[in-house]
Nanobody
Framework: QVQLVESGGGMVQAGSSVRLSCAAS????????LAWFRRAPGKDREFVAA????????SYADSVKGRFTISRDNAVNIMYLQMNSLKPEDTAHYYC????????????????????WGQGTQVTVSA
């Protein structure tokens, strides 16, 4: 089991930047893909971005491409989500998740593949 703990959320104004962190522990991450998902009020949980730990290959939702950047620090087992040019519609609870053995980039967004989840962190963007 991989344990995941998110941090870095908060309340910001539109146009601001926030960086989320996800600290992973419990397993070697070399065979894992880690991802960020979010759930906005009244909506289903949706994919945001993912990174394959072994080679840092990434995938993004269209809604965040060009504004968000996912990265990982292999030395300390932390994944980051740098969120720039935030919009009110980015307001959501952001979750970190881990999946074992995802080999194809095109399926990184499939939520059902992720078996380990953190508790999440809230990001609120005001207009």
């Amino acid at each position: 089991q991989v344990q995941l703990v998110e941090s870095g959320g908060g309340m910001v104004q539109a146009g601001s930047s926030v960086r989320l962190s996800c600290a992973a522990s419990g397993r070697t991450l070399s065979q894992y893909t880690l991802a960020w998902f979010r759930r906005a009020p009244g909506k289903d949980r949706e994919f945001v971005a993912a990174v394959r730990w072994s080679d840092a290959v990434t995938s993004y939702a269209d809604s965040v491409k060009g504004r968000f950047t996912i990265s990982r620090d292999n030395a300390v087992n932390i994944m980051y989500l740098q969120m720039n040019s935030l919009k009110p519609e980015d307001t959501a609870h952001y979750y970190c998740a881990a999946a074992l053995g995802i080999s194809h980039v095109r399926i990184m967004a499939h939520m059902k593949l992720y078996t380990n989840w953190g508790q999440g962190t809230q990001v609120t963007v005001s207009a």
